[in-house]
């Protein structure tokens, strides 16, 4: 959305811009030709004025004064405004109702984001094994480790993002000293007690071992 833009002490951008607004100066400075769809006729105009009104994006919202000036268009914006959120999905199968295609295709979406997570932020990539079932065990680990990613955050009804954050206070401790070491963990917060509650996961005793 086009919005305002203040103008910059050292030679910056002024919103709405004037017709004397040119590289150079003054007035008629850079003047410029037509600018395709609603030319600013008239009064000699800038090249700047005129590559915002042939912009494809931002062309649509300014319109030209009776004095020549740019000003933004409030019916444009609102016109813009009133589509915003919302999206168009093409189907060949007119008995499913929106709601069906709105989900079916954002599982879409959720399965290309799934792919580019296996091949990034699972670090299928690169597989230094040579043997076979060593890459069979490589990539079935991979999937499984998002399969579960996928399973925490149905169950939490939330992302693994923030599922992962609220788990990662938890922490072990390995105390050492001349008797022996223990393995002790972390008291978890409430925002993980509830993580683990939601996915069924009993609390971690407070010692693991003692050695």
Same mark, same amino acid.
């Given at each position: 959305m086009l919005g305002r833009v203040s103008e910059t002490p050292a030679g910056g951008t @002024?919103? +709405?811009?004037?017709? *004397?607004?040119?590289? #150079?100066?003054?007035?008629? =400075?850079?003047?410029?030709?037509?600018?395709? +769809?609603?030319? $600013?006729?008239?009064? +000699?105009? *800038?090249? @700047?004025?005129?590559a915002l009104r042939a912009s494809r994006r931002? #062309?649509?919202?300014? @319109?030209? *004064?009776?004095? #020549?000036?740019? /000003?933004?268009?409030?019916?444009a914006v609102r016109a813009e405004e009133s589509l915003d959120g919302k999206f168009v999905v093409h189907t060949n199968d007119d008995t499913l109702p929106a709601?069906?295609?709105?989900?079916?295709?954002?599982?879409?979406m959720r399965v290309e984001e799934?792919?580019?997570? /296996?091949?990034?932020? $699972?670090?299928?990539? +690169?597989?230094?094994?040579?043997?076979?079932?060593?890459?069979?065990?490589?990539? =079935?680990?991979?999937?499984?480790?998002l399969l579960l990613?996928?399973? =925490?955050?149905?169950?939490?009804?939330d *992302?693994? @993002?923030?599922?992962? #954050?609220d788990l990662k206070q938890i922490k072990l401790a390995q105390l050492s000293s001349p008797h022996g070491e223990v393995w002790q963990v972390t008291e978890p917060r409430q925002p993980a007690l509830k993580r683990l509650k939601s996915l069924q996961i009993k609390k971690p005793p407070p010692v693991l071992r003692m050695a």
């Open positions: @002024r919103w +709405p811009p004037r017709l *004397t607004d040119a590289p #150079g100066g003054g007035p008629g =400075a850079a003047r410029s030709g037509a600018c395709g +769809p609603g030319d $600013l006729a008239g009064e +000699p105009h *800038t090249k @700047r004025a005129c931002y #062309g649509k919202y300014p @319109r030209q *004064t009776q004095g #020549g000036r740019l /000003v933004i268009s409030r019916e709601e069906d295609l709105a989900l079916g295709y954002k599982q879409l799934a792919w580019q997570t /296996v091949k990034s932020g $699972l670090r299928l990539r +690169p597989v230094y094994h040579r043997a076979e079932h060593r890459i069979r065990a490589h990539v =079935a680990l991979a999937v499984l480790a990613e996928q399973v =925490a955050e149905h169950t939490c009804a *992302t693994w @993002r923030n599922i992962r #954050g």
